[in-house]
């Protein structure tokens, strides 16, 4: 009789989420730092700055937007691993997995439609 393992190996593991977590903190640092930028552009462009506070506005916005893109590209890139893998398993529930034994109302609930809100 053979027993089944539940220890991983290595080879066995779910991709690293590292690199997600860095873009995603990245990205985020980086759309708190907009508001940021947009009250510094003003102090520029109200004492005579004009062109650097238009850049520093364009080039804040532009890294976010580029943070984001990246963090969501890599994001459904590491989900797409994960789900690939031969060891993520998903279980489709029968009717009567959702059987409650405890609802004591008096009624017989075994022909209701279950429906989903």
């Keep these: ?3 089944r393992t539940t220890i991983r190996h290595d080879g066995d593991r779910a991709p690293s989420a590292k690199p997600l977590i860095l873009l995603t903190t990245i990205a985020v640092l980086l759309l708190v730092a907009v508001p940021i930028s947009i009250l510094v552009a003003l102090f520029m462009i109200v004492f005579g700055n004009v062109t650097g506070g238009f850049a520093v506005i364009g080039i804040t916005v532009l890294a976010a937007i580029v943070a984001v893109v ?3 590209a890599s994001g459904v890139r590491h989900l797409q691993r994960i789900v690939e893998q031969k060891s993520f398993r998903v279980v489709q529930l029968n009717r009567r997995d959702y ?3 405890g609802d004591n109302c008096g009624h017989d609930h075994s022909n209701d439609e279950i429906r989903i809100i």
């Design 70 to 72: 990246a963090a969501g």
């Design 99 to 101: 059987h409650y034994e």
């Design 1 to 3: 009789m053979a027993m």
